[in-house]
């Protein structure tokens, strides 16, 4: 007789065994949600401790001092943080079911859409065509200004000669230093400006109406080189001064109107604040020095008629103010919304995947935007000539974007750092039209 314990007992189902596939997918999608979780507690961390801020700043900062320990930090939080958050999941077996993997996607995808949202419009578009007019001959004009700039991987059209003339630490906006100066050394002053081949390139200059600038809005857009066109204001201005000594103060005019006036031309469509400062030292040389020949030396009407003529053309006065401001905008808003480049060049997988998580920390419109709307208070600022508060606002905004955000974080980080200093600039600025202004006045009489 058979006995029940005999009995074959039931045997329980074996589970049926997941995929490869989906192993491999499960295992690729949780990998994706820790990547996901470590990229959002890494903006959480920058954007509480000032101590990771520097450190991350030094990522998108060259004069950063802090490289090793940014290497350090983030080593450690790419391999620290997704191997703990691996391991709590795998403990908690977060991994291992479809919705447990789909809750966490659909609670962080609200988060990354809010990340990468940027504002629809330009609120404040600055054209430099409009801002900066290139004139007629534009392009023959531009050329001729950027006579000794490497150009397209070439060498510049000429060579600069660099004279050797005696330097003084006194110019012509202190008299009687640069009297002393002139008069010692006549003879050399005197030599080295009958020997400066750039002469010949002056009078070209003075040949247009406007000397055009035809440069694109970006940083890396050739300029005209500073040296050159210094020292021709420089011995320029001492062959004046000297002749104006020597009492002749018609020849001393004729000297010194072509300086001004090529300075005069330089500025309307400046489209750099290299440029329009360039314009502008050559001004205030020019004008201490008719200063300085009129005070020493007869000049006939027509010399004054003409120099009448040069300080009324050119540009300046409030107008003058606020396109400085809006110059150096319209060229940084340009980079500040380029920084995903051009789409259409091909790019390394890597590099497209790169730009894809930069849109989470940068929105280049809102970030624009917020540059435009101080641009604009300080442009009115600079024009109405209120300077201190031009120089506190300005302080201000840098303050304000010191410590990066949790959104755009990239965004505020820039800016702290593309806000040029321009309360000098704006200062000399002011004081060459007030010469200007009394040049004009004294002339009039």
């Given at each position: 007789m058979d006995h029940p314990a005999s009995a074959s007992a039931p045997v329980a189902p074996v589970p049926a065994r997941t995929s490869l596939f989906n192993r491999i997918l499960?295992?690729?999608?949780?990998?994706g949600l820790v990547g996901a979780l470590t990229f959002l507690l890494g903006l959480a961390v920058i954007t509480v401790s000032p101590f990771i801020a520097t450190a991350f700043e030094a990522l998108i900062s060259p004069e950063s001092k802090?490289?090793?320990?940014?290497?350090?930090?983030?080593?450690?939080?790419?391999?620290?943080?997704?191997?703990?958050?691996?391991?709590?999941?795998?403990?908690?077996?977060?991994?291992?079911?479809?919705?447990?993997?789909?809750?966490?996607?659909l609670l962080l995808a609200p988060v990354f859409v809010w990340l990468a949202w940027d504002e629809p419009t330009i609120r404040y578009p600055v054209s430099l065509d409009e801002l900066c007019p290139p004139g007629p001959q534009a392009e023959s004009s531009w050329e001729a200004t950027l006579a000794f700039t490497p150009r397209d991987h070439r060498s510049a059209p000429r060579t600069f000669s660099a004279p050797k003339f005696p330097l003084s630490s006194a110019g012509p906006d202190k008299p009687a230093e640069w009297q002393a100066y002139l008069e010692k050394n006549r003879e050399a002053l005197h030599a080295a400006w009958a020997g400066l081949p750039e002469r010949a390139w002056w009078a070209e200059l003075n040949t247009y109406a406007?000397?055009?600038?035809?440069?694109?809005?970006?940083?890396?857009?050739?300029?005209?080189k500073f040296q050159p066109y210094r020292t021709m204001a420089q011995l320029g201005c001492a062959e004046a001064g000297l002749l104006a000594l020597e009492g002749k103060g018609d020849e001393a005019m004729d000297t010194l109107l072509p300086i001004l006036e090529v300075g005069r031309k330089l500025e309307p469509s400046a489209r750099s604040l290299v440029r329009f400062m360039v314009a502008r030292v050559i001004q205030k040389m020019g004008l201490h020095t008719a200063r300085f020949i009129l005070d020493h030396a007869p000049v006939s009407p027509d010399r004054r008629a003409r120099l009448a003529a040069v300080l009324a053309g050119g540009s300046g006065g409030p107008?003058?103010?606020?396109?400085?401001?809006?110059?150096?905008?319209?060229?940084?808003?340009?980079?500040?919304?380029?920084?995903?480049?051009?789409?259409?060049?091909?790019?390394?997988?890597?590099?497209?995947?790169?730009?894809?998580?930069?849109?989470?920390?940068?929105?280049?419109?809102?970030?624009?935007?917020?540059?435009?709307?101080?641009?604009?208070?300080?442009?009115?600022?600079?024009?109405?000539?209120?300077?201190?508060?031009?120089?506190?606002?300005?302080?201000?905004f840098v303050a304000s974007n010191s410590r990066p955000r949790f959104k755009n974080m990239a965004g505020s980080l820039m800016l702290s750092m593309t806000i040029p200093s321009y309360a000098k600039v704006l200062d000399s600025y002011w004081k060459i039209e007030d010469l200007r202004a009394g040049l004009a006045a004294d002339l009039a009489q």
């Open positions: 499960r295992g690729i999608l949780l990998l802090l490289p090793k320990l940014v290497g350090v930090l983030v080593l450690l939080f790419v391999i620290v943080v997704p191997a703990a958050l691996l391991w709590i999941a795998r403990r908690q077996h977060w991994g291992n079911s479809w919705p447990s993997l789909a809750a966490g996607y406007i000397l055009g600038d035809l440069m694109p809005a970006r940083f890396d857009a050739p300029i005209i107008a003058g103010a606020r396109r400085l401001i809006l110059i150096e905008y319209a060229i940084s808003s340009n980079y500040l919304l380029s920084q995903f480049g051009d789409s259409a060049r091909p790019r390394p997988l890597w590099k497209r995947g790169l730009l894809g998580l930069f849109r989470f920390v940068y929105n280049p419109i809102a970030t624009t935007n917020r540059y435009g709307e101080l641009t604009q208070e300080l442009a009115g600022l600079a024009e109405r000539r209120e300077l201190a508060g031009f120089g506190t606002r300005a302080e201000a």
